[in-house]
């Protein structure tokens, strides 16, 4: 009986992964410059806000977009509200075009309002798009008045943005949890490490101790690190760029192929993926900052933050992991039954993933 608990457990967590997108969360853009401020959102999250899609066939046109002009105009001018001094400021929202982020096609909108065309301090902005039917969408802003930068992440529980402020401590507590979020809804990047680390664990010998299988793990993780650091550090700062499509495409077949391997007990390549694969991986976590990060005082503050982020997240996924699965370890249950399965599973999904980005 315990065997086949803990057999459903862990693939009904592996499945649930599977089944859910593993691509970044809903973000926005949000760029505020001296005169005007630029809102870039989702496409797919604009059809979210109003049925833009008027002929049900999956992809929405240009026309589509222009024709819910106005009724989109109007959420995105009851989420985004301005305030000098308490009052409010008026704002006149456009739709000016269409851009291309890592995930897709976003609305360009254009926000003009008096109150950023002059000085702006005691000006505040507060955003809530989307909060109420996705808790986890998230503003990404750069403020960028004439020679002062300032970059941090609007959140359903953010203060009002007060625009002639600027916060190193909120920097780094905006992008810390950031990166958090990407790599705990990063379900691609949760999977590859997990194939890496379920081989271990089959293979430890039995006179192996927790600290033991941690130490190698952590030397995994730590491969893992380094290479999507270097990665995601060239990538958000623009320093190399490489098509999403494709990034996202082998990501999907790294999840694939470090399984497949990891059924091959004569393979002990665990460290070589981690970091060969980590530096695609990069890529991938480097695709919510990539175009925000320009030169700025906060960046490389915004960038350790973030990784930072990432790294507690990847720590924290691996201690709650490895203690559980070291005490089943040497079980026939286990060795022939949960162990094979899930690494069967996790072949499966990354193919299917795969395909859904071809």
Same mark, same amino acid.
């Given at each position: 009986?315990?065997?086949?608990?803990? $057999?459903? &457990?862990?693939?009904?967590?592996?499945?649930?992964?599977? *089944?859910?997108?593993?691509?970044?969360?809903?973000?926005?853009? &949000?760029?505020? *410059?001296? =005169?005007?401020?630029?809102?870039?959102?989702?496409?797919?999250?604009?059809?979210? @806000?109003?049925?833009?899609?008027?002929?049900?066939?999956?992809r929405v046109v240009w026309g589509e977009l222009r024709a819910a002009e106005a009724a989109l105009a109007a959420d995105i001018l009851g989420a985004v509200v301005?305030?000098?001094? =308490?009052?409010?400021?008026?704002?006149?929202?456009?739709?000016?075009?269409?851009? /291309?982020?890592?995930?897709?096609?976003?609305?360009?909108?254009?926000?003009?309002?008096?109150?950023?065309?002059?000085?702006?301090?005691?000006?505040?902005?507060?955003?809530?798009?989307?909060?109420?039917?996705?808790?986890?969408?998230?503003?990404?802003?750069?403020?960028?008045?004439?020679?002062?930068?300032?970059?941090?992440? @609007?959140?359903?529980?953010?203060?009002?943005?007060?625009?002639?402020?600027?916060?190193? !401590?909120?920097?780094?507590?905006?992008?810390?949890?950031?990166?958090?979020?990407?790599?705990?809804?990063?379900?691609?990047?949760? &999977? %590859?490490?997990?194939? #890496?680390?379920?081989?271990?664990?089959?293979?430890?010998?039995?006179?192996?101790?927790?600290?033991?299988?941690? !130490?190698?793990?952590?030397?995994?993780?730590?491969?893992?690190?380094?290479?999507?650091?270097?990665?995601? *550090?060239?990538?958000?700062?623009? !320093?190399?760029?490489?098509?999403? =499509?494709?990034?996202?495409?082998?990501?999907?077949?790294?999840?694939?192929?470090?399984?497949?391997?990891? #059924?091959?007990?004569?393979?002990?390549? /665990? !460290?070589?993926?981690?970091?060969?694969?980590?530096?695609?991986?990069?890529?991938?976590?480097?695709? +919510?900052?990539?175009?925000?990060?320009?030169?700025?005082?906060?960046?490389?503050?915004? &960038?350790?933050? %973030?990784?930072? =982020?990432?790294?507690?997240?990847?720590?924290?996924?691996? $201690?709650?992991?490895?203690p559980v699965l070291y005490l089943f370890r040497r079980a026939v249950w286990y060795q022939r039954g949960v162990n094979p399965a899930? +690494?069967?599973?996790?072949? $499966?999904?990354?193919?299917?993933?795969?395909? /859904?980005?071809?």
């Amino acid at each position: 009986m315990m065997a086949r608990s803990a $057999l459903i &457990l862990l693939l009904l967590v592996v499945f649930t992964m599977g *089944t859910a997108h593993a691509h970044k969360a809903s973000d926005s853009f &949000l760029y505020i *410059t001296d =005169g005007s401020a630029r809102l870039d959102v989702a496409v797919q999250d604009l059809q979210r @806000l109003q049925n833009i899609d008027s002929n049900g066939d999956g992809r929405v046109v240009w026309g589509e977009l222009r024709a819910a002009e106005a009724a989109l105009a109007a959420d995105i001018l009851g989420a985004v509200v301005l305030q000098r001094d =308490g009052a409010f400021c008026a704002v006149n929202a456009a739709l000016s075009g269409v851009t /291309q982020h890592s995930d897709g096609a976003y609305g360009v909108w254009q926000l003009e309002s008096p109150c950023l065309a002059a000085e702006v301090q005691g000006v505040s902005l507060s955003y809530e798009l989307l909060f109420a039917i996705d808790p986890l969408h998230r503003s990404l802003y750069r403020v960028e008045r004439g020679a002062v930068v300032d970059v941090g992440v @609007l959140a359903p529980d953010s203060p009002p943005l007060l625009l002639g402020q600027h916060s190193l !401590w909120k920097t780094v507590v905006d992008f810390f949890g950031q990166g958090v979020i990407h790599l705990v809804f990063g379900y691609d990047h949760i &999977l %590859f490490l997990l194939a #890496l680390l379920l081989p271990v664990v089959a293979r430890l010998p039995a006179s192996s101790r927790l600290p033991g299988l941690l !130490w190698q793990c952590g030397k995994i993780v730590t491969a893992f690190t380094l290479a999507h650091s270097l990665t995601l *550090t060239a990538a958000s700062l623009s !320093w190399v760029r490489l098509p999403s =499509g494709p990034v996202e495409l082998v990501i999907a077949l790294s999840v694939s192929i470090a399984a497949v391997l990891g #059924l091959w007990s004569r393979y002990h390549l /665990q !460290w070589q993926l981690a970091a060969g694969f980590g530096l695609i991986h990069g890529f991938g976590f480097a695709s +919510m900052l990539a175009g925000l990060l320009a030169e700025g005082p906060h960046t490389v503050l915004a &960038l350790a933050s %973030f990784n930072l =982020g990432i790294e507690v997240a990847q720590i924290a996924v691996m $201690l709650l992991v490895l203690p559980v699965l070291y005490l089943f370890r040497r079980a026939v249950w286990y060795q022939r039954g949960v162990n094979p399965a899930a +690494m069967a599973v996790i072949t $499966l999904i990354g193919m299917f993933w795969a395909w /859904q980005r071809i």
